[in-house]
């Protein structure tokens, strides 16, 4: 049973959460993924197909692991994210990144300034998902995209079943051995079991304005990888685009990767 009182959190709570776990992050990441994390991530970079030249907003990018290929590709990318103890790390580690702190619900950034957004294992933790979905439909360019990578639902029962035990049994009691902030953890296993399924977010991406909205499933839907597009002819203000865009939503089951 998910232990609702411990995800009542306020926002500056978690970006404190956060902050603490910083210098470890990416390590302990690793660690709890099996490894997994890495494999994710280029998944997701490859969603993106971005050039040189354009211009890509990487949301709860935290020490900037997610942000450092397309730096790497000479790809300008702006690495935002709520926490500072995050931002400090991963501006030490990369100054040559941008990084910029942000709310995903209300981005200091102007309509129509990225050719790509995207946010990885980030979006369930922000206080209005809905919210932050649609402000990334007003940073983003019409006709560009948005690559969102995040915990899920696996597809098959006792996968499912397996994957539950280790989130709240197994994952705290590694956290405790390799985690500066092992409460932390916790959280996030619970914030995990929590989400919404893989065809709820594709409902809340097609209900605040995005478009030909997918989604792959990876490691047998422990993490999906939705994609979706900001229609071409979008006003500057996204509200036209959110209103014309609400309605049920047709399954989306996608690419079960193995």
Known sequence: MVNRASLDKRP???????????????????????????????IVVDAMEVSKGQRVLDLAAG??????????????????????GMLKVGKRRRPDIDFIAGDATNLPFADNTFDATTISFGLRNVN??????AEMLRV???????????????VVPLWRTMYTEYLMRALPAIAVKVASNPDAYVYLAESIRAWPDQDHLAAWLQDE???NVNYRNLTGGI?????????????DSAAAAIAAHKGPVAKLRRNIAR
């Open 223 to 235: 993490v999906a990888v939705h994609r979706a597009f900001k229609p071409a002819g979008a006003p």
């Open 63 to 84: 020490t900037g692991t997610s942000s450092e290929p397309y730096a790497d590709a000479g790809i300008e990318v702006v690495a935002c994210d709520f926490s500072l």
């Open 12 to 42: 500056d709570e978690v970006a404190t959460m956060f902050d603490d776990v910083a210098p470890k992050y990416d390590v302990v990441n690793d660690v709890l993924s099996m490894g997994q994390t890495r494999r994710w991530r280029k």
């Open 128 to 133: 209005e998902p809905k919210k932050a979905l």
């Open 140 to 154: 983003t360019k019409p006709g560009g995209r948005l690559v969102i990578a995040e915990f899920s639902q696996p």
């Open 209 to 211: 304005g995005w478009e």
